[in-house]
T-cell receptor, first 112, second 112 residues
Framework: EAGVAQSPRYKIIEKRQSVAFWCNPISGHATLYWYQQILGQGPKLLIQFQNNGVVDDSQLPKDRFSAERLKGVDSTLKIQPAKLEDSAVYLC??????????FGPGTRLTVT | KNQVEQSPQSLIILEGKNCTLQCNYTVSPFSNLRWYKQDTGRGPVSLTIMTFSENTKSNGRYTATLDADTKQSSLHITASQLSDSASYICVVRGGSQGNLIFGKGTKLSVKP
């Protein structure tokens, strides 16, 4: 069974630039999550999708972050404009409804 | 406030030795508790999941314990190997929304 796919694996941008990350969940998983993991900390949930609807985006900084899952399968997370404090690993996870979450390898973002 | 605290923050042990990682939580109501292993540059991978009624669960050289009365869990690693070097994250599902609450993790380094 293929796991959660993410791209790119690494991205370096300058502050005020924009960036987008892509996630393809495990086939059949209705729920998709985006997490932000700052170095030395546990993951923080940014947004949770159930199919193509948003379940929880309470911790998403909506002035600069946006995410979509238009067809209920893959998803993109965008940051515009990026700030230095956005440097982190962005993890995507997927699950069956309320089931175990399976994580992708993450995208390491460095903002200079 | 729902929180998960882990200790120690980091740990260095020699190959072949045992170690125990600690997790204290204040999440209520409690649903379950997972231990994840996160290798550098990878997403977290679930090691064990424990519900309220379970005291001990093993997965190879990993043994997790749960004391629901004191709200404490531990992860014991037996006969450590170099490949055990990783961050170990304690995650509790609970609270009024049934969300996942992540600890900051313990970074384990196993030296030859």
């Amino acid at each position: 069974e293929a796991g959660v796919a993410q791209s790119p694996r690494y991205k370096i941008i300058e502050k005020r630039q924009s960036v987008a990350f892509w996630c393809n969940p495990i086939s059949g998983h209705a729920t998709l999550y985006w997490y932000q993991q700052i170095l030395g900390q546990g993951p923080k949930l940014l947004i949770q999708f159930q199919n193509n609807g948003v379940v929880d985006d309470s911790q998403l900084p909506k002035d600069r972050f946006s995410a979509e899952r238009l067809k209920g399968v893959d998803s993109t997370l965008k940051i515009q404009p990026a700030k230095l404090e956005d440097s982190a690993v962005y993890l995507c996870a997927s699950s069956l409804v309320r089931g175990e979450q399976y994580f992708g390898p993450g995208t390491r973002l460095t903002v200079t | 406030k729902n929180q998960v605290e882990q200790s120690p923050q980091s740990l260095i042990i020699l190959e072949g030795k045992n170690c125990t990682l600690q997790c204290n939580y204040t999440v209520s109501p409690f649903s379950n508790l997972r231990w994840y292993k996160q290798d550098t540059g990878r997403g977290p991978v679930s090691l064990t999941i424990m519900t309220f009624s379970e005291n001990t669960k093993s997965n190879g050289r990993y043994t997790a314990t749960l004391d629901a009365d004191t709200k404490q869990s531990s992860l014991h690693i037996t006969a450590s190997q170099l490949s055990d070097s990783a961050s170990y994250i304690c995650v509790v599902r609970g609270g009024s929304q049934g969300n996942l609450i992540f600890g900051k993790g313990t970074k384990l380094s196993v030296k030859p």
